[in-house]
């Protein structure tokens, strides 16, 4: 299925100009104002499009949030040689505007969401022959806007909630995490309406309203609300939505051969069709730069990897053959992938040492490197996550008995043994459930940035017995502080300018 590469980037807002030669025209188009733009349709498509161009910038999908979301995680860490790039995946937290670490991501969320924005105030005056196509470009809007708040929320908590179109004096006020959530609510409730239940082949890659359930489950499932994430998941397993499948190739989930499968709920789309930056230039490049900053050694820049656990909670447990769970082969590159998998075909310069790596994503099935321009699109969320989530609803509201065939569907794609046969001292006993199934999303969903909203979610940054724990197989997590690292600090520069915004007390 051919997917939409969103190449029209506009500055809208952007660029204000002041002059006392009113005579002057400007015939620049990237010069146009507010008032002289939001005038047709196609501004107004142009300007939708503008938001998805942000997944390509380098605080947010290019690069930087994996850092945050899987490296900071239980399953990765780094060991780049530059520290302070390091030292933000271990909390060691000193300037907090590290620009890698922290600026960057917080100045891209704002930007996408201040284009999104733009869309929401200006495209209800513009005249549409069709409504409906309207609808939906506010509609893709919305559900973009809520799903930066969403990483926004997830990362630093209390923040401005800036929901107009704003100018560079704006002093917008800080809010606690449970109005940013209340906000993801009503964004996406909002976006479900107006989105189609499924695109036409030419639009593949704008959310839906499968998308737009799915997220909001997981904003219902961060406050623990297990009734109303429950009804939302529910449209996609067993309601109007229920259009979703696991594919056969677990591995199709991970390259650019068959992407926007039947198991997509949503992903970023990627292409390497340009070779520029991450800026706002016409060259500007439409790619991943994951796999670059995530390769093995001499591949690419190798600063991020795998923890070596992971490997050895997918050899707990052999398949119904007596083989190998051969996610492990595709999750990981780690040392015995050769001797466990009986598999001569990767190229010889792909060597990782004793060391772990993340594999998914990576381009090793066609070619010997890395480089900034990696098109395979990045999976947000897909089926399988959503069958393990609403294990996990059902187990939380009184279910458990339920819960297990949910489980039990991710795991026959890979030939394992239903749940309860393999572990029958679980039961229905809630806590044992909850634990065997925070193993059974890493077997599923390990480097796909679940990990951290999943620690949050679970409770097991809160105390510290448990993220004594954690730090027995992450030993990253002996300088996590409770009560403080579970976010992240405001960059400080933003507090600096901004009187109405505070310092988390913490930091």
């Not at 677990?250 to 068959?258: A, E, G, I, L, S």
């Not at 001797?339 to 772990?356: I, L, V």
């Not at 294990?391 to 569907?409: H, I, K, P, R, S």
């Amino acid at each position: 299925m051919k997917k939409i590469i969103i190449t029209t980037t506009v500055l809208i807002g952007l660029l204000f100009t002041s002059s006392c030669d009113n005579e002057l025209v400007q015939s620049n188009p990237n010069s146009l104002t507010t008032e002289q733009y939001w005038k047709t349709e196609s501004d107004a498509q142009a300007g939708v499009n503008s938001i998805y161009a942000m997944s390509y910038k380098d605080g947010l999908w290019a690069r930087w949030i994996y850092f945050r979301l899987d490296l900071t995680s239980d399953e990765g860490y780094s060991n780049s040689p530059w520290i302070e790039l390091a030292d933000w995946t271990r909390f060691n937290y000193i300037n907090y505007n590290f620009w890698e670490g922290n600026v960057v991501t917080w100045r891209d969320t704002y930007k996408a969401i201040f284009r999104c924005n733009q869309v929401i105030a200006n495209v209800p005056n513009i005249s549409f022959q069709n409504e409906d196509d309207k609808k939906k470009i506010i509609a893709q809007a919305k559900f973009l806007r809520a799903m930066h708040y969403y990483y926004a929320a997830v990362l630093w908590e209390n923040i401005p909630i800036v929901l107009e179109p704003s100018s560079p004096t704006d002093l917008p006020v800080q809010k606690n995490v449970t109005e940013v959530w209340a906000q993801i609510e009503t964004d996406l409730n909002e976006a479900f309406i107006d989105l189609p239940p499924q695109w036409g082949a030419d639009q593949t890659g704008r959310p839906d309203k499968g998308a737009a359930k799915a997220f909001l489950a997981k904003t219902y499932m961060q406050q623990r609300k297990w009734p109303e994430a429950k009804l939302a998941l529910e449209y996609l397993i067993t309601g109007a939505g229920a259009r979703y499948s696991l594919v056969s190739n677990y591995r199709d989930n991970f390259t650019d051969v068959n992407e926007n499968n039947s198991e997509s709920v949503f992903e970023i789309q990627f292409g390497d069709q340009r070779k520029g930056g991450t800026g706002e230039g016409q060259s500007a490049a439409v790619s991943s730069n994951r796999a670059q900053f995530f390769a093995p050694r001499s591949i690419g820049w190798s600063d991020g990897q795998a923890r070596m656990w992971i490997v050895d909670a997918f050899k707990e447990e052999r398949n119904k053959d007596n083989d190998l769970d051969v996610r492990l082969r595709y999750t990981l590159f780690y040392p015995g992938l050769f001797a466990d998998f009986g598999d001569k075909t990767y190229n010889k310069n792909w060597e990782w040492g004793n060391e772990a790596w993340f594999r998914k994503g990576s381009r090793d099935y066609y070619r010997d490197n890395e480089d900034y321009f990696s098109q395979v699109n990045y999976r947000l969320i897909r089926y399988a996550d959503i069958l393990l989530r609403y294990a996990e609803v059902l187990n939380e509201t009184g279910n458990t008995a339920d819960a297990y065939q949910y489980v039990d569907m991710v795991r026959a794609r890979v030939n394992l043994e239903k749940l309860a046969i393999v572990h029958p001292e679980i039961g229905i006993d809630k806590a044992k459930f909850l634990e065997r199934l925070k193993i059974e999303r890493v077997l599923e969903l390990t480097g796909e940035s679940v990990r951290w909203e999943d620690l949050k979610r679970w409770g097991d940054l809160n105390t510290q017995t448990s993220v004594d724990k954690i730090a027995l197989r992450d030993p990253d997590f002996n300088n996590f502080v409770v009560g403080k690292n579970h976010r992240l600090p405001i960059p400080q520069v933003e507090v600096e300018n901004n009187p109405n915004l505070d310092q988390h007390l913490e930091y």
